[in-house]
């Protein structure tokens, strides 16, 4: 299901922690298995359980709270729009109906051409930026006026022409 190399990371990843907590390691281990599949599947969340010597379940705990590990295939985009309270009342929710409209779909929904993944997020920590999001779990955004969703969305479809 995953490759050697990625195995051998995993071996990286453990050898940071005691041996008897080897689980520590789990956060990582998901983020290895993400980064090579796209995403975390029940049978991954299994392997890793496995690897790491613990319940599936608790793999599973992990992945599911944290909204940065996938657990179905995503587009190439996914873009996670902060919809909490302090970002809701500087018009984060208007930055998410603005970008199911753009993009013609609805919160954890894919477009047709699998460029893009709309999500809604919790807090990211910049709620004087807001409305904020964050692309790819990796890249923040601020002070997304529907003009930059718009440059964002456009830009990053025009890169995929040029590609």
Same mark, same amino acid.
């Given at each position: 299901?995953?490759?050697?190399?990625?195995?051998?990371?995993?071996?990286? !990843?453990?050898?940071?922690?005691?041996?008897? *907590?080897?689980?520590?390691? &789990?956060?990582?281990?998901?983020?290895?298995?993400?980064?090579?599949?796209?995403? &975390?599947?029940?049978?991954?969340? *299994?392997?890793?359980?496995?690897?790491?010597?613990?319940?599936?379940?608790? &793999? /599973?705990?992990?992945?599911? @709270?944290?909204?940065?590990?996938? *657990?179905?295939?995503?587009?190439?985009?996914?873009?996670?729009? #902060?919809?909490?309270?302090?970002? *809701?009342?500087?018009?984060?929710?208007?930055?998410?109906? /603005?970008?199911? !409209?753009?993009?013609?779909?609805?919160?954890?929904?894919?477009?047709?051409?699998?460029? @893009?993944?709309?999500?809604?997020?919790? #807090?990211?920590?910049? #709620?004087?930026?807001?409305?904020?999001?964050?692309?790819?779990?990796?890249?923040? #955004?601020?002070?997304?006026?529907?003009?930059?969703?718009?440059?964002?969305?456009?830009?990053?479809?025009?890169?995929?022409?040029?590609?």
């Amino acid at each position: 299901m995953i490759s050697e190399e990625s195995k051998a990371r995993f071996a990286k !990843e453990v050898a940071k922690y005691p041996a008897d *907590q080897k689980q520590s390691a &789990v956060m990582a281990c998901l983020t290895i298995v993400q980064q090579e599949l796209g995403y &975390v599947s029940a049978e991954s969340e *299994q392997l890793v359980a496995d690897y790491l010597g613990m319940p599936a379940i608790a &793999v /599973h705990e992990v992945t599911s @709270f944290y909204n940065m590990y996938n *657990q179905q295939p995503v587009g190439k985009y996914k873009l996670n729009v #902060c919809t909490n309270l302090p970002c *809701q009342l500087r018009d984060g929710g208007k930055a998410m109906a /603005h970008l199911k !409209e753009k993009l013609g779909v609805d919160n954890n929904q894919t477009t047709a051409d699998g460029l @893009f993944t709309l999500q809604q997020c919790e #807090c990211l920590g910049a #709620c004087a930026d807001s409305p904020v999001m964050l692309v790819n779990d990796t890249t923040m #955004c601020s002070f997304m006026s529907n003009d930059k969703l718009d440059q964002l969305v456009d830009g990053l479809r025009a890169a995929e022409v040029k590609s």
